[in-house]
């Protein structure tokens, strides 16, 4: 037999040895604490714990303020909580363990959580380097993380104990982290929730408190199980608003909150620490993109990026206050960086320039065909502005104004297009552009060469009507054209006394 071969050989018989220790370590543990094995994947080395701090006795706890925010929100509720409690909310621990584990590799942290975020973030990263520091070749560790994390013995290693009786715990909020606490605590204190049997309203089986979740916001129980298939599978279809109590009057109120449009958590929906304790990390991720998606779909100042490749939702960025500012326009887009003005989509042209009336034209005019106290309205000047949607109101109801008052005081030049306003004189006009004869009349083209003919030539529509006539006297300006503002009519158009000899 080849040296490759035994070498083979020797490394399946490692993992199987090592497959057999893994079992018997997590079937062990298990017997002694089941209510922290929360679930598992032995097979492929997949592990979740979830161990409560049992403290052993009431300890003095004190939530001081770790000065990370404004002094002047920690002074308005003071630098320091205390509280008597015995036990402290749980730490959730998503491990893998190797294939060679416990012979030659510890376990690997995938993630350490901590329930209301009790402890801070650099003493996580400490716990983390003391745990994987715990592990000696050849030696189970699990057991003994347990047992450490749950005696609350980590607490002295992270410098959280001034003395036997008193656990000090920096936080940025005190007055927000201890009645988390405090709840935390009663719940623990309950011994008979663990002990007793509850009735699951999604499979009607009874199941022993350790084996389910007790929602904070309404109180109703639901096994684990339960929770974790109809939660995922909310989560799997995207109907993230689902995802909370399934009981049927929680789930009325969330729908009547939803149709009113109230914001923050509805009845009975839930918060991240509470959907950790039911599924995965990839459930969580996909759970937490979906919240994101629906705040961004709420915002009714948030656009998307105009760019076709990329449509990144973006949120209007923090205002001073001035929304009469132009800069108060302008969004950047944080995944390809394009910027652009909110209101035409175009590239960003600046805070003193206005957008083109073609690009807001149909804005405006959406905005005019609602009610006036309508709320489709009221979400449009939320996510613009009031004074920046009158601005282009005025402006376009100006443009409108304008555009009326061309067409009934001018006439186009059939050559350029130009439009012309005569103030006095013949109906024979020169384009001042083109050179082009036409009729102010009929806007028809006439011939340069003979000009009149059009006007001295019977049958033809402006025969005899060079000069116009208005008999009150004050329609030389005013318009143009048949129809046109104070023009008389046709039957009111008079020949000019010697017309006949102009030739």
């Known amino acids: 037999m080849s040296v490759c071969a035994h070498v083979d050989q020797d490394q399946d018989e490692l993992a199987e040895t090592c497959r057999t220790m893994q079992l018997e370590e997590w079937q062990v543990l298990e017997s002694i604490f089941p209510d922290c094995c929360v679930s598992s994947d032995i097979t492929q080395g997949n592990v979740r714990l979830e161990v409560s701090i049992e403290l052993g006795y009431t300890r003095s706890i004190a939530v001081v303020d770790d000065g990370s925010i404004r002094p002047s929100s920690s002074a308005t509720h003071g630098s320091e909580i205390r509280d008597e409690l015995s036990s402290l909310p749980p730490l959730l621990l998503t491990l893998r363990l190797p294939h060679d584990y416990p012979l030659h590799a510890p376990p690997e942290i995938v993630s350490l959580q901590v329930t209301h975020s009790w402890l801070p973030q650099p003493r996580i990263k400490t716990l983390q380097e003391h745990l994987s520091g715990m592990w000696q070749p050849g030696e189970g560790v699990l057991y003994p993380w347990v047992e450490y994390i749950r005696s609350g013995d980590f607490l002295e290693t992270l410098g959280m104990c001034d003395d036997p009786s008193v656990i000090r715990i920096p936080h940025p909020a005190p007055h927000l982290l201890a009645p988390l606490l405090k709840a935390h605590h009663t719940a623990a204190q309950s011994s008979t929730f663990a002990q007793t049997s509850y009735t699951c309203a999604i499979c009607l089986a009874p199941h022993k408190g350790a084996a389910c979740l007790q929602l904070i916001g309404c109180a109703h129980v639901f096994c684990r199980a339960c929770l974790a298939d109809f939660w995922g599978l909310c989560i799997a279809e995207g109907d993230v608003a689902r995802v909370g109590c399934p009981d049927p009057e929680c789930v009325r109120d969330r729908e009547r909150e939803q149709a009113e449009g109230s914001e923050g958590l509805g009845a009975g929906e839930v918060g991240e620490e509470e959907v950790r304790r039911v599924l995965g990390e990839e459930d969580i991720v996909r759970w937490r993109w979906l ?70 034209e149909s804005f405006v005019r959406e905005y005019l065909a609602l009610p006036a106290s309508s709320p489709a309205r009221a979400t449009i000047e939320r996510r613009f502005g009031r004074a920046t949607v009158a601005r282009l109101v005025a402006a376009y109801e100006e443009e409108q104004a304008n555009r009326k008052w061309l067409d009934a005081s001018t006439m186009r030049c059939p050559g350029c297009e ?83 000899f102009v030739q």
């Open 291 to 360: 919240k994101q998606k629906r705040a961004l779909e709420r915002d009714p100042s948030m656009v998307h990026c105009p760019m076709e490749f990329c449509q990144t939702p973006v949120p209007k960025p923090p205002s001073d206050g001035d929304d009469e500012s132009g800069w108060a326009r302008l969004r950047t887009c944080p995944s390809c960086e394009y910027s652009f003005c909110a209101f035409c989509k175009r590239t960003w042209h600046g805070p003193l320039s206005d957008c083109p009336l073609s690009a807001t």
């Open 418 to 500: 130009v439009k012309v306003e005569k103030s006095v004189g013949c109906n024979h006009m020169t384009c001042a552009k083109c050179k082009q004869h036409f009729c102010y009349r009929c806007g028809e083209k006439i011939q340069a060469s003979n000009p009149y003919a059009h006007f001295s030539t019977p049958g033809l529509r402006c025969f005899s009507k060079l000069f116009d006539f208005d008999p009150s006297g004050e329609g030389a300006g005013a318009g143009a054209g048949e129809g046109r503002g104070a023009w008389a009519g046709d039957d009111e158009w008079q020949p000019v006394e010697l017309f006949e």
